[in-house]
């Protein structure tokens, strides 16, 4: 009984172990990737990506999120989260940066594209709006994010 | 001299070397010049030195195209003409508007701008503004708080106004003509009809009536006409005894390219921060002396094919208590020059008390565009006639797709540099954000200018007088004002009209020193 119960009692708490295990990696995968893409989502990074920073001035978030879905009527080609980031950070070389984690270098970058594209005429004219195409884009950014 | 006509003897003749058809702002300015020479001028106003109901009817006539002011309220029928209601707003033409421009139809003046240029001087004294320099540096060198918008003057440039006191014509010369000795002022003489030789090759005289029922005629060795773009058009069509089309009209070109500016709220200039905004606050009567329009260069018109305009800055404070000028325009021209007396009379009065700073960051732009020469748009002759039995006209004002293109390219050039140097941005109004809607908002009007019924050209089969004022084919005619203009320009007509009118009368004193050099009937 001793040997047979100490036995069973092992087996017992190894099954407990493995139970608890399983449920803690079982929960851990069923939240992280939310979780993940939350964090992800709220990056300094994403946020400067999906915040047309001069228009943020002039309008609500509404605004924005409606000039980012006339824009994706206009361009359903470019409604992928990852296409957009990159053409909103691609330098002139359409090179992508992406590697950049500084956010004021990420907001500098944006800020000179926009200005580049107001030179080159590189606009789009949403609900109105003269917009430069990399706004335009970043309002795009905004839409999907928060749609 | 001043005469009456209703004074005089039924059925008189006068008799002059010079005989000037209307004394506004043209006839006037043609008249003064003529002061002192050793020529009899005589000068005929169809109405009398007050502005009067019934002469405005005479002016009455049919819209019949696009939305349009009452044809009889937005010209004046009395000695000093429109300028009894002028706002004076002065700024010449650019060197493109003379130009043969490829994507402007039937654009391109038989003269340039530098052969008009020597008479800016000379009619910014009639207009009594301060100066011919219209440069921006020259006027922020006197007035340094004029801060420019950091744009790019290769795109968009400071086209600079002065403002004229206004100068209402009719009392600022009356003395200045009727004490002239050699000038001969006769009120209340409306042409009836133009009359020429068999040939129709020479005017032998002018029939004038007026509401007394009494009828003269005058002889002169040169007619200049100077009514008014609609009034030059209707008397030539309606002058048709002798040509039945109408005197200088064998190309059937009277009365067409009729031309305003399109004037309307285009767009809004939204900034993070206010600005000061004193080069571009709008006219304030009898206290601003000069501001600046936004104006797309030259070499952005030709990149981008399409029109010259401006577009003025009215902050949204402002703009949102002015209804559009078409639909607050009176038709009651009576009340409307009453109006304006008083205010001038009130003027020093009305001086706004405190200092502005200027500031805003909301401001509404008023284009004031160009209108494409367009041989539909135009003045022709009603069945109906006026109590002095003169067909009455009838306006179709007709727009094309590339005035509204125009608007709509101007204000996204607007948008992309106010972008670019970080101001803030543009957003179109409602009528102008699909570029694929030919419709015109209810808003739209002209500036009341009306422009280009007797154009300028080359030869007579594009246009109805030549490049010295004189209509094709007839010796001794001539027209006298904006109805001349090959092309409308992006700036109001009267400072430029007065020009022209100098050039003509400099071209008729010189013909006249050859005793006109033309082989004149005089019956």
């Known amino acids: 009984m001793t040997s047979d119960g100490t036995k069973d009692n092992v087996k017992m708490n190894m099954e407990r172990r493995s139970f608890i295990v399983v449920s803690v990696l079982g929960f851990l995968g069923m939240g992280l990737v939310p979780l993940i893409r939350w964090a992800h989502r709220f990056s300094g990074r994403e946020k400067a990506l999906a915040q047309p920073k001069l228009l943020s001035l002039l309008c609500d978030s509404r605004t924005i999120r409606m000039l980012g879905r006339a824009y994706l009527v206009l361009k359903p080609e470019e409604s992928r989260c990852r296409e957009l980031s990159n053409d909103v950070l691609g330098d002139t070389t359409n090179e992508v940066v992406v590697q950049d984690v500084d956010l004021s270098l990420v907001e500098s970058?944006?800020?000179?594209?926009?200005?580049?594209?107001?030179?080159?005429?590189?606009?789009?004219?949403?609900?109105?709006?003269?917009?430069?195409?990399?706004?335009?884009?970043?309002?795009?950014?905004?839409?999907?994010?928060?749609? | 001299?001043?005469?009456?006509?209703?004074?005089?003897?039924?059925?008189?003749?006068?008799?002059?070397?010079?005989?000037?058809?209307?004394?506004?702002?043209?006839?006037?300015?043609?008249?003064?010049?003529w002061i002192n020479t050793p020529y009899k001028v005589i000068l005929l106003e169809g109405g009398g030195f007050s502005v009067e109901s019934k002469m405005q009817d005479l002016y009455r006539g049919k819209s019949i195209g696009q939305r349009y002011y009452?044809?009889?309220?937005?010209?004046?029928?009395?000695?000093?003409?429109?300028?009894?209601?002028?706002?004076?707003?002065?700024?010449?033409?650019?060197?493109?508007?003379?130009?043969?421009?490829?994507?402007?139809?039937?654009?391109?003046?038989?003269?340039?701008?530098?052969?008009?240029?020597?008479?800016?001087?000379?009619?910014?004294?009639?207009?009594?503004?301060?100066s011919a320099n219209f440069d921006f540096e020259y006027w922020k060198a006197r007035v340094p708080d004029l801060v420019p918008m950091p744009l790019d003057e290769s795109?968009?440039?400071?086209?600079?106004?002065?403002?004229?006191?206004?100068?209402?014509?009719?009392?600022?010369?009356?003395?200045?003509?009727?004490?002239?000795?050699?000038?001969?002022?006769?009120?209340?003489?409306?042409?009836?009809?133009?009359?020429?030789?068999?040939?129709?090759?020479?005017?032998?005289?002018?029939?004038?009536k007026n509401f007394s029922g009494k009828e003269h005629v005058v002889k002169a060795k040169c007619f200049v006409m100077a009514c008014c773009s609609i009034q030059n058009a209707r008397m030539l069509l309606a002058s048709n005894q002798q040509a039945?089309?109408?005197?200088?009209?064998?190309?059937?070109?009277?009365?067409?390219?009729?031309?305003?500016?399109?004037?309307?709220?285009?767009?809004?200039l939204l900034m993070p921060v206010a600005r000061q905004m004193k080069l571009y606050h709008p006219w304030v009567y009898s206290e601003t002396k000069v501001r600046a329009e936004l104006a797309v260069s030259e070499q952005k018109q030709a990149q981008l094919k399409i029109l010259n305009g401006t577009s003025g800055l009215i902050p949204k404070e402002i703009a949102r208590n002015q209804p559009a000028n078409i639909d607050s325009f009176s038709d009651d021209a009576v009340a409307t020059v009453q109006m304006w007396d008083e205010i001038d009379k009130q003027r020093q009065e009305t001086k706004s008390k405190e200092k502005e700073n200027?500031?805003?960051?909301?401001?509404?732009?008023?284009?004031?565009?160009?209108?494409?020469?367009?041989?539909?748009?135009?003045?022709?002759l009603?069945?109906?006639?006026?109590?002095?039995?003169?067909?009455?006209?009838?306006?179709?004002?007709?727009?094309?797709?590339?005035?509204?293109?125009?608007?709509?390219?101007?204000?996204?050039?607007?948008?992309?540099?106010?972008?670019?140097?970080?101001?803030?941005?543009?957003?179109?109004?409602?009528?102008?954000?699909?570029?694929?809607?030919?419709?015109?908002?209810?808003?739209?009007?002209?500036?009341?200018?009306?422009m280009g019924t007797t154009r300028m050209a080359d030869n007579p089969k594009e246009g109805v007088v030549d490049a010295n004022c004189k209509v094709f084919g007839i010796a001794n005619l001539y027209m006298a004002g904006s109805s001349c203009y090959t092309t409308s320009g992006a700036a109001n007509?009267?400072?430029?009209?007065?020009?022209?009118?100098?050039?003509?009368?400099?071209?008729?004193?010189?013909?006249?020193?050859?005793?006109?050099?033309?082989?004149?009937?005089?019956?």
């Open chain 2, 155 to 208: 795109v968009i440039w400071n086209k600079m106004w002065q403002f004229s006191p206004p100068t209402r014509f009719g009392t600022r010369y009356k003395d200045a003509i009727v004490n002239a000795k050699n000038i001969f002022l006769y009120t209340h003489a409306n042409v009836v009809n133009i009359e020429t030789n068999e040939p129709v090759s020479n005017v032998k005289q002018v029939r004038i």
């Open chain 2, 244 to 268: 039945a089309g109408g005197l200088g009209n064998d190309h059937d070109l009277v009365g067409r390219f009729f031309m305003d500016h399109l004037e309307v709220t285009s767009s809004e």
């Open chain 2, 1 to 33: 001299m001043h005469t009456d006509a209703t004074k005089l003897e039924d059925h008189s003749l006068i008799e002059g070397d010079v005989c000037i058809v209307g004394a506004g702002v043209a006839g006037i300015a043609m008249a003064l010049e």
């Open chain 2, 70 to 130: 009452p044809l009889h309220s937005s010209r004046l029928h009395y000695f000093g003409g429109t300028s009894g209601h002028w706002t004076g707003f002065c700024s010449p033409f650019d060197p493109i508007d003379f130009k043969k421009r490829d994507w402007v139809p039937h654009s391109g003046w038989p003269i340039q701008y530098s052969e008009l240029h020597p008479y800016y001087e000379r009619a910014r004294k009639a207009v009594e503004i301060e």
């Open chain 2, 358 to 380: 200027f500031l805003f960051r909301e401001l509404e732009l008023f284009t004031r565009m160009e209108q494409s020469p367009n041989p539909n748009s135009r003045i022709q």
């Open chain 2, 493 to 523: 007509p009267t400072l430029t009209l007065v020009a022209l009118t100098l050039r003509l009368s400099e071209y008729l004193k010189r013909s006249a020193a050859n005793n006109f050099n033309l082989d004149i009937e005089l019956a």
């Open chain 1, 109 to 147: 970058k944006i800020e000179k594209k926009i200005k580049l594209d107001f030179e080159t005429s590189n606009t789009v004219i949403l609900k109105g709006w003269v917009l430069s195409v990399t706004e335009a884009r970043q309002c795009a950014f905004f839409s999907i994010l928060n749609s």
């Open chain 2, 382 to 450: 009603d069945a109906e006639r006026d109590e002095l039995g003169v067909p009455r006209a009838t306006l179709d004002w007709q727009l094309t797709a590339l005035d509204k293109r125009s608007i709509r390219k101007l204000q996204q050039l607007i948008g992309e540099e106010v972008g670019r140097s970080e101001l803030g941005r543009i957003r179109l109004m409602d009528w102008l954000q699909d570029e694929n809607n030919s419709e015109w908002p209810a808003t739209l009007g002209g500036g009341w200018h009306h």
